[in-house]
Structures are given as C-alpha cells and as structure tokens.
C-alpha cells in the first residue's frame, strides 16, 4: 500500500458514506480546504488527526500510518495539468502570475509567498448571473536575505 492507495481508499469512502468534506474537516478540528488538501495526499497528519480520519473512512492501520508521512507535495500526473478546473489555475497563473509577482514586489520588496505558512478559504458567492467561487488566499512574506 502507499499513499495513493490511502487517497483512493479515503475518495471511495466519502463517496459512500455520502460525505462532505467540510464535515470531516469538523471531525478533525482543521479547515476544510487545509483537510482535503492532507486527504488528496498533500499534507502529514499527526497520530490524533490520522486516528480520527481513520475512523471516519474506515481505514486499516497501515492506511492510518501512512497519514502521518510526510508526501511528495504537488504531485500532479503532468507538468501541465489536463483536468480543465485545474488547469484553469494553470492559465491563470500564466496570465496573471507577472502580475502578482508586480505587484507583490512592490508592495513588500523582492520575496515570495509561502505556501506553507499559508491559508485558504474557499466559498460559493450567490450571484444573480451565477454563482462565483471565492478564493481568498493568505500566505507569510518572506522576504530574500542578503549574505
């Protein structure tokens, strides 16, 4: 068994039990976004968090371990994402990733955004002309040091 197996194992059962995932993510304690992220395979749980997720889905303990490994992170199938929401991520960050990159500079100076002292919160927005999805992302600053 290895991780993807887990993933498999934990998308079949959510599937079902009937599940959402922000009622699992009420189980363990943590957001939604950040507890899908670790059930798709890209986060490391501790024993409490693996412990309750294997209670909800019905893993066996090897699967339970395996929560608690840390995975290879962004681990797609390729280098350009195939699957059309994803890759409509992909063509926003070619659109619009020099533009985050301006403006980020200007308002900090030259650093990054963290993807691991991170956030996310995902929600619909009611709209008479259809439904948006909102994504607000919140990451630490950190700027390049000299030496």
């Known amino acids: 068994m ?8 934990i998308i079949a059962a959510k ?11 009420t189980k363990v304690g943590l957001s939604k976004e950040w507890v899908t992220a670790g059930c798709l395979g890209q986060m490391t749980f501790d024993k409490k968090q693996a412990a309750v997720l294997g209670k909800v889905f019905g893993l066996p303990p090897d699967a339970v371990a395996l929560l608690q490994v840390v995975p290879y992170k962004g681990s797609l199938p ?6 059309p929401l994803i890759y409509r991520f992909y063509e926003l960050i070619s659109v619009y990733g020099t533009t985050f990159k301006e403006l980020i500079h200007e308002e900090f100076g030259d ?13 619909r927005e009611p ?12 990451g630490k600053f950190l700027p390049y040091k000299t030496y």
């Open 111 to 123: 650093g990054i955004m963290s993807a691991i002292d991170f956030k996310m919160n995902l929600k």
């Open 127 to 138: 709209n008479p002309n259809g439904d948006r999805v909102n994504i607000v992302m919140s």
């Open 2 to 9: 290895n991780r993807n197996d887990v993933t498999e194992m």
């Open 78 to 83: 390729t280098s350009v994402p195939t699957d």
């Open 15 to 25: 599937i079902k039990k009937g599940l959402k995932w922000e009622d699992v993510a």
